[in-house]
């Protein structure tokens, strides 16, 4: 297979000998001093766990939530990642829950069973493990253990397709912009910075290149809102449910989900079909790929297929088992 070349243009030194490369560095590492995040929880320790929980709630959640909602409370319930390995996987998703993206949690719990609660130390090991992608594994192995390599996730990618004036990369070329932009004596700073610049001046949509340690030698300044191409996103498609709330004996009938998508989770039963009963009310929950809109109804029974697959519980069992979205809602709303 053939593969691209980055069209970088020829470096040439300035006044007192120093590359542009040289100069940018100095810049970058001394606006990563003045302007960096550096109280963020997951940045005053070296414990890969406290590291790699943080890496693993960012990627699909803003730094504000995870932080006021999620990372405490979480490290309070298991505070080490043997904890996280001796805990059922149920206990897991109840900590994740109101997270999202719940596949994390079982990839977190899958981790900290096949390491025994001590992540490997390199970049390369760390990758073999479950929901450790390449970016996550190098930024673990750079932020606990001191590896110098380069990460990109999706800040460092906006920065790189501005940075070279790039509206398309393949993976491969984005990694070796990376690389090329990378400085490998300062790699914890660089990496965190770049990750800073990307939250706080490199931003989606009002980029401020005015106060960017980047700006001299940024070939997207001049129009960095057409770096990268917009994606195409179609709508997400719209679902629609019936939730039954069945009631015997004071428990409700709930399953437990074996799709992809909430795996683990426990919800109440859904269906396409009429049902006869009394409609309680609407509920709509957005989630990554499709919204779903539901009616609530209280039915006197539940259609054949779906009365084998319950089980009945308490609302206490009900209140501490992990519950996805539509279903907490469902749960305060209705039942609580
Ligand atoms: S100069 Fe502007 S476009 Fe370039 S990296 Fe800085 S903020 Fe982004």
Request: charged share 30%.
């Amino acid at each position: 297979m053939q593969c691209k070349i980055i069209n970088l243009e020829p470096i040439t030194n300035d006044k007192e000998g120093r590359s542009p490369v040289q100069t940018t560095n100095d810049k970058f590492l001394s606006w990563y001093l003045e302007n960096g995040r550096h109280d963020l929880p997951w940045r005053r320790t070296k414990d890969p766990y406290r590291i790699y929980l943080s890496e693993i709630m960012l990627q699909q959640t803003q730094v504000a939530t995870v932080l006021e909602r999620f990372y405490f409370p979480f490290l309070e319930r298991f505070p080490t990642l043997r904890d996280v390995a001796e805990a059922e996987e149920e206990a897991v998703l109840k900590a994740w829950e109101g997270l999202g993206y719940y596949s994390r949690a079982r990839n977190l719990h899958r981790t900290a069973r096949l390491t025994g609660g001590r992540l490997s130390e390199t970049a390369k090991e760390l990758e073999k493990l479950p929901g450790i992608g390449r970016s996550t594994a190098r930024a673990i192995a750079c932020f606990a253990y001191g590896e110098a390599l380069p990460i990109l996730d999706a800040n460092v990618r906006r920065i790189l397709y501005r940075y070279y004036r790039r509206r398309q990369a393949t993976e491969r070329e984005l990694w070796r912009m990376a690389q090329r932009l990378f400085d490998p004596e300062h790699a914890y700073e660089w990496n965190q910075g770049m990750m800073d610049l990307g939250a706080t001046v490199c931003t989606p949509r009002a980029p401020r290149c005015e106060g960017c340690p980047l700006a001299e030698s940024c070939r997207g300044r001049a129009h960095p809102e057409r770096y990268p191409a917009p994606k195409k996103r179609a709508a997400p498609p719209l679902r629609r449910r019936r939730i039954l709330l069945h009631q015997h004996e004071g428990a409700w009938a709930m399953q437990r989900s074996r799709e992809r998508f909430h795996g683990g989770l426990w919800h109440f039963p859904q269906t396409e079909a009429t049902v006869e009963g009394e409609h309680l009310g609407n509920l709509r929950q957005s989630y990554s790929h499709f919204t779903l809109e539901a009616e609530v109804w209280r039915v006197p029974s539940l259609p054949p297929g779906l009365s084998k697959e319950v089980t009945y519980h308490s609302p206490e069992t009900i209140e501490s088992a992990p519950l996805g979205g539509i279903d907490r809602k469902v749960f305060v709303v209705y039942i609580r």
